[in-house]
């Protein structure tokens, strides 16, 4: 029987042509398979369940792992067959039910020995089962130890250069090993590797093209040589910062000082990051205020308060040789600051600043952030050049935590400094919501509820909206949704009952929890309007009794004015009753004559008759109070005397 063989090398492709006629069977099966029917299954997901082994320290057992794990329902077992050694020997271990790994013991293996392993179901006689038995060689399956890496980095005259030295792993012992590093800018997501030139004898690397005053982190792995085995784990990681260019101490000042209300009159809190941290360096401050000699101060990391007015500063690392010169900073505050700046999150990435430079000379930027309530100690910034006009912040930044970003420019005229922006590495929904009152409103029918702002602290992210739910008695609540700015709510025409209403704001991760509820009430529209007709009613009533005492206080007026005086007087004039009068009536006197006549008279005596008696007066029908006001008889004129007697 004829068979073909295919000799194919990863990464080059088949030819289309092949340069020699195929065999007649070959054109056949390939003329079958495309008549074939083929019909297009819809096969199930197989999942990876490939076994693994390596032996690792400290004793050199065999550690197996399968993934991911199969059905947890059903016990497994483990099974491993020595192939040179006791070929007729199958060993187990019973494998817990939802475990994926397993581990056999050194005591149970023989080096250098090799080794059929498998995994079965429990119920099921030791025969192979999924995932597939694998034959390994207990030395070929080593997992070293990793690396060792020192606590500190070499520097060298060039800031973008520095060396990282390690120390072998002390297992397996007696071996040689190969190995590998990688690095990364801490503000960096990829790593980059690199491998020594020498993979055997090599026991340190220089790290090349660092940018200058950046903090990196490298770790380390190996493996035996030959490929043998397993890369370790990477070994822990070494954290260090770049030098700046010609070897110059990283320093900063805070506070904003060309933002108050005097500028340059302000304290400066001068930072700066440890030069090598680990060494315990101390650093010579040299700063100079006008009218005054310049002053030296030799202090630890790496903090200092400024004097006011103060308008250059220097710092240098004194115990340390030939690492560079000088840090200088001039403090005025001169130049443009960056304009529109920006703090986008990233989610778990950390926090991208953008800004946009004024077209002037700038040195360098200084990107600043810190939490709402931390001290100036507890400051982070970076150094970017001048063509960089954004960076992507990161750190151990919190979720749900503001961080004020503060973006400056260093130029030859001095500093200036960006206004402060609020952002968020991750945002979350508001763990609280505002709190709701109601306001007066005169309008008819309108119901005005407003809410103040959430502090800063509380509100998770920036709001991209509220959201005001109304619920009466009976109903599910009605929402609307407002803006980020509004802060007030005119409700109209809303019937009359019991209600409640509270405010949600959201975030871009989603809306939070509900604020404070207030209750109220509104009366029904009918009633208002019994109510307006009442008070028209009774207004209308006053305005009556008004107009009536008026009537009458203006009768008594008229009175007064064509009526005797004494009918208004409160009390009677005596002159003016008749009430001691007699009761009979008045005859009139007849008018005197007018000639008078002259008559004798003869004066006749006639007999002395006993004077009439006159009938008694009716007694007055009054009281004594009434006669203490009434005049009396002379006084009305009732009693005449005697006409005196005239002769002729």
């Known amino acids: ?103 056999v013991e050194r005591e149970h293996l023989t080096i250098s020995d090799q080794y059929r392993v498998w995994l079965s179901p429990k119920d099921n006689a030791s025969q192979p089962g999924d995932p597939e038995p694998i034959s390994l060689y207990l030395d070929y399956i080593v997992k070293p130890e990793p690396p060792r890496l020192s606590h500190e980095v070499e520097f060298s005259d060039d800031p973008t250069v520095v060396t ?147 308008e250059w500063v220097s710092i240098m690392a004194v115990n340390i040789t030939d690492q560079g010169h000088p840090s200088n900073l001039t403090l005025a505050c001169s130049g443009s600051a960056p304009k529109r700046v920006q703090v986008n999150s990233m989610e778990n990435q950390g926090m991208l600043v953008t800004w946009v430079p004024e077209p002037q000379e700038h ?7 810190t939490e709402e309530k931390l001290s100036p100690q507890e400051i982070s910034w970076t150094r970017l050049p001048n063509e960089n006009h954004s960076t992507l912040l990161r750190g151990n930044f919190k979720k749900g935590v503001p961080y004020r970003v503060t973006v400056s420019s260093i130029s030859l005229k ?36 407003a809410w103040a702002e959430l502090p800063r602290g509380q509100r998770g992210g920036h709001f991209t909206h509220y959201t005001l739910y109304v619920q009466a008695d009976s109903g599910p609540p009605t929402l609307l949704n407002v803006s980020a700015e509004t802060l007030n709510v005119t409700l109209w025409d809303l019937p009359g009952g019991h209600y409640k209403m509270w405010v949600i704001a959201s975030t871009s991760a989603g809306p939070g929890q509900p604020g404070q509820i207030l209750q109220l009430f509104l009366p029904e529209k009918n009633s208002k309007e019994w109510k307006v007709l009442w008070n028209v009613l009774l207004f209308c009533v006053l305005l009556s ?65 006993p004077a009439p008696q006159l009938p008694e007066a009716p007694i007055p029908l009054d009281s004594g109070y009434e006669k203490h006001f009434l005049p009396t008889p002379e006084e009305l004129g009732l009693l005449t005397l005697p006409r005196p007697q005239t002769s002729t």
């Open 164 to 310: 990282v030295t390690w120390v072998a792993p002390t297992w397996p012992p007696h071996e040689n090993f190969k190995y590998q590093l990688r690095f990364r800018d801490i503000s960096a997501s990829i790593w980059k590797y690199v491998e020594p030139r020498n993979l055997l004898t090599s026991f340190f690397l220089e790290l090349q093209n660092l940018k200058p005053a950046t903090v990196y982190e490298v770790s380390s792995r190996c493996q035996l040589q030959n490929n043998r085995g397993f890369w370790s784990d990477w070994s822990a990681t070494l954290k260090f910062q770049s030098l700046l260019a010609g070897g110059q101490v990283d320093m900063w000042v805070f506070g904003s000082p060309c933002n108050g209300p005097h500028p340059q009159e302000e304290p400066y809190e001068l930072q700066w990051k440890d030069f090598m941290p680990g060494l315990g360096l101390t650093y010579k401050v040299v700063f100079q205020v006008p009218g005054r000699d310049m002053q030296t101060k030799v202090i630890p990391c790496c903090n200092f308060t400024l004097s006011k007015g103060t």
């Open 545 to 609: 009794m008004t107009c009536c005492l008026g009537l009458v206080s203006f009768k008594c007026c008229l009175c007064q004015k064509f009526l005797p005086h004494w009918v208004s007087e409160k009390i009677p004039d005596p002159s003016n009753s008749k009430s001691m009068q007699p009761w009979g009536e008045e005859v009139p006197q007849a008018p005197p004559p007018k000639d008078a006549l002259f008559l004798d008279v003869e004066e006749v005596e006639t007999p002395m008759s």
């Open 363 to 369: 040195q360098e930027f200084i990107v600043e952030w």
């Open 414 to 449: 001095g500093l200036a400094f960006a206004s402060p922006v609020w952002g968020y590495s991750q945002e979350i929904a508001p763990p609280t919501g505002p709190a709701l009152w109601q306001i007066p409103n005169d309008a008819s029918g309108a119901v005005t509820v």
């Open 1 to 103: 029987m004829d068979t073909l063989g295919f000799s194919w090398t990863p990464g080059n492709g088949f030819p289309l042509f092949p340069s020699q006629p195929l065999p007649t069977k070959l054109l056949l099966m390939l003329w079958l398979l495309l008549t074939f029917p083929v019909r297009s299954l819809d096969l199930p997901e197989v999942p990876f369940r490939q076994l693994q082994c390596y032996c690792m320290k400290p004793k050199g057992n065999m550690n197996c792992t399968w993934g991911p794990s199969l059905d947890s329902g059903i016990p497994y077992n483990f099974y491993y067959q020595s192939l040179k050694y006791h070929p007729n020997r199958i060993q187990n271990v019973t494998v817990p039910r939802g475990q994926d790994w397993v581990i």
